[in-house]
């Protein structure tokens, strides 16, 4: 059965500069050329979840813009991916998160962002929209808005017996008192390994099945470790398996995790079994990191589908 998607989360206007490398701590460098996206880690999975969910499945968005020009790119951006946006409040004492990205010819990036309006989405803004959360089956959040916040909003989730997704991103340790509430977690390496308290490394599949295990203990029902070219593994105390990635040509990795997890939303609204929604999630990821920017990055539904007919499951 299908139902809503709730992504409550993050709105940012993205100033993208291409550099041929990293600049080193002190050091000036000359980059290619600059672009302004609509991104946000929030708003970048909203319009994956819209581009990719059929007609059955409504998409709302909760967040904080300013009442400002970047305000008015992101809410435009959102409602063109069929995203319902009357949860976005536009706030007159604070500009619209903004986000500075380096990527570099090789399609690495860095990212600073400053948080702006996102700093004030309250719990208080998440029990106004409590209505919202009766249209929902899938609820999917990420931390680039007030912990507190996430912690009321997983909460409500978990009462009202939706489907709770956390993408632990940016990567910080988080409590039990949050973790107890989310039903499915999908950090990348470098997440999965702050969550545990340990350095980033890259990670085998074996690794990543270990450190889904201690994941697990952690407080989420189930963990999805994104794994980015190798694709992804899936645990929970019953199942575990392994989907491998797609070969792509990488231009730009921006948001190929948010439309990983916009992907997968859209997928279990839809009623699709959770390893080939894993698949699907994969394989629209791989068809981001082909396109430069987050939000215009995100492919098409058919996109994505004809990748997955090309690459039929062995
Ligand atoms: O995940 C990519 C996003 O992170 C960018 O769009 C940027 O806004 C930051 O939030």
Not at 158 to 179: H, N
Not at 277 to 302: I, K
Request: charged share 20%; hydrophobic share 45%; glycine share 8%.
């Amino acid at each position: 059965m299908a139902g809503g998607i709730l992504v409550i989360g993050s709105l940012n206007c993205d100033y993208v500069a291409t550099v041929p490398r990293m600049p080193a701590p002190g050091e000036t460098i000359t980059g290619d050329h600059l672009e302004i996206h609509p991104g946000g880690k929030g708003a970048n999975q909203a319009v994956a979840a819209g581009r990719m969910a059929d007609a059955s499945v409504e998409v709302h968005m909760l967040g904080c813009v300013g009442r400002d020009a970047a305000g008015a790119l992101l809410l435009d951006s959102v409602r063109r991916a069929g995203v319902e946006t009357a949860g976005i409040r536009e706030l007159d004492d604070a500009p619209t998160g903004s986000a500075l990205i380096w990527v570099t010819d090789s399609g690495q990036n860095s990212i600073v962002v400053i948080p702006g309006a996102n700093a004030l989405l309250s719990p208080d803004d998440i029990r106004a929209q409590e209505a919202l959360y009766w249209k929902t089956r899938v609820a999917l959040l990420q931390l680039e808005t007030p912990l507190d916040t996430v912690g009321a909003a997983l909460e409500l989730g978990r009462q009202r017996r939706l489907i709770t997704i956390l993408d632990p991103a940016p990567a910080q340790p988080l409590p039990y008192e949050i973790l107890q509430h989310v039903d499915l977690l999908t950090p990348n390496e470098t997440e999965a390994a702050l969550l545990l308290r340990e350095t980033p490394r890259a990670l085998t599949i074996d690794d990543a099945y270990s450190m889904g295990q201690r994941l697990l203990d952690l407080g989420p029902r189930s963990v999805i470790v994104k794994l980015g070219a190798e694709g992804a593994v899936f645990l929970n105390r019953l199942q575990r398996f392994h989907e491998p990635g797609f070969a792509v040509r990488a231009v730009d990795t921006t948001a190929a995790g948010d439309t990983f997890n916009g992907a997968l939303a859209a997928a279990i609204a839809e009623g699709m079994d959770i390893q080939p929604a894993v698949r699907f999630a994969c394989a629209a990821a791989a068809l981001s990191v082909t396109r430069r920017g987050a939000q215009p990055s995100v492919p098409s539904r058919e996109d994505t589908d004809a990748l997955l007919r090309a690459n039929p499951a062995s």
